[in-house]
Every structure is written in structure tokens, then in C-alpha cells.
């Protein structure tokens, strides 16, 4: 693996987040100075649980088929890289982001 590449990528991203993380902070902590409503605030705080709440169960449906396709290849015996192997794991991605969606419009 070379880290000489990896480190320099995941350190971008971290800053990123930061910068991100920050300037909503930032925003935030502006609408309550300003003393925006208190139901302006408080949708603020219900959008940002929801979104959370909804962003894991994002992330749970993708990675729960990703995982089902990876025992799926070791089950076949795939143990190199082909087009089929990298298909099942693009499908099983794909099967995960519509099953969020299914889930995501029932829950609403």
C-alpha cells in the first residue's frame, strides 16, 4: 500500500470536514445571536437529528449489501479481481442506496 499517497488524501479530507464542521457551527451559533425564533432554532435542531438519524440508516443499507455481496464472492471463490466481482460489489452498492430510498420514503 502506498501511504505516500493515502496520507496526503486523507489529510485534505480532514480538513474539509473541519472547515465544514466549523463554518455550520458558525452559522448556527449566528441565527441564535441574531435571536431568531425559537421555532427557527428548533427546526434547526430537529433537521440536523433527522439528518443524522437518516444518514445511518444510509450508510447501514450500503454497507449491510456491500457486506452480503463480499460473503458472496468468497462463497463463489472469487479470489481475484474481475469484471463479475467488481460488478456484484457495484450492484450490491446500488441495491443499498435504493433500499435507503424504499426506506427513506416510507419512513415519511
Known sequence: MDY??????????????AIKSVVDGHTRRRIVEARGS?????S??????????LAALHWGCVLLTLALA???????GIDRVTPGA???LLGATGLGNVVYF???RRLK
Not at 4 to 17: A, D, K, M, T
Not at 44 to 53: E, I, S
Not at 70 to 76: E, K, P, T
Open 38 to 42: 425559537e421555532e427557527l432554532v428548533r
Open 44 to 53: 434547526l435542531l430537529a433537521g440536523d437529528t433527522t439528518k443524522r438519524r
Open 86 to 88: 467488481i460488478a456484484l
Open 4 to 17: 505516500n499517497l493515502i496520507l496526503p488524501v486523507v489529510l485534505v479530507l480532514g480538513i474539509v470536514y
Open 102 to 104: 424504499v426506506l427513506d
Open 70 to 76: 463480499f460473503g458472496l464472492v468468497d462463497l463463489l
